[in-house]
């Protein structure tokens, strides 16, 4: 797996037939190592590391149901009160982040009514935090910390 504008973590990885597998300790459970599941390893690590997020408050794989379709948001931060605070929505490190990949997590916040909202691809993060009362939002020169949130 490629390098990512991250910093570098241990993980256990093994094989799985063809593949590898890595292991996701919010899930408790080894799963299918892809681009997109080494984006969201690393981030993980860097909000509990880095960023100081209890990972007791995060979940990955969040079913949500919009408009009678099933969905998952791929990590789910709570709130000391067990509310949604923020979203996570990942990207392989090869794809790029557009509008598409904005419009996927404001439908699950549409949902999940979480404060922030960020998107990674591994290489480039964005984060925006919103304005439920003024009906705006406003993009953060960086990622908080969880106790700024």
């Known amino acids: 797996m490629e390098n990512l504008n991250l910093p570098q ?5 093994r094989p799985r037939g063809e593949g590898y597998e890595i292991y996701d300790s919010l899930r408790r ?3 299918a190592l892809t681009p ?11 909000l509990v590391a880095e960023r100081q ?17 099933r969905r998952r948001c791929d990590t789910l931060v709570f709130d000391h009160t067990g509310s949604p605070l923020l979203i996570v ?3 392989a ?5 557009n509008q598409a990949v904005f419009d996927q997590i404001v439908r699950y916040n549409m949902v999940l009514h979480a404060r922030y909202l960020i ?17 705006s939002y406003r993009f953060l020169p960086s990622i908080p910390m969880y106790g700024e949130l």
């Open 9 to 13: 973590y241990q993980f256990k990885i």
């Open 29 to 31: 459970r080894y799963v």
């Open 36 to 46: 997109e599941e080494w984006v969201r390893q690393h981030f993980v690590n860097f």
């Open 53 to 69: 997020f209890p990972a007791s408050l995060m979940n990955n794989e969040v079913s949500l149901v919009q408009n009678g379709i």
């Open 89 to 91: 929505e990942y990207k």
């Open 93 to 97: 490190p090869q794809v790029a982040i």
């Open 119 to 135: 998107v990674s691809n591994g290489m480039n993060h964005f984060c925006c935090v919103i304005d439920y009362h003024s009906k």
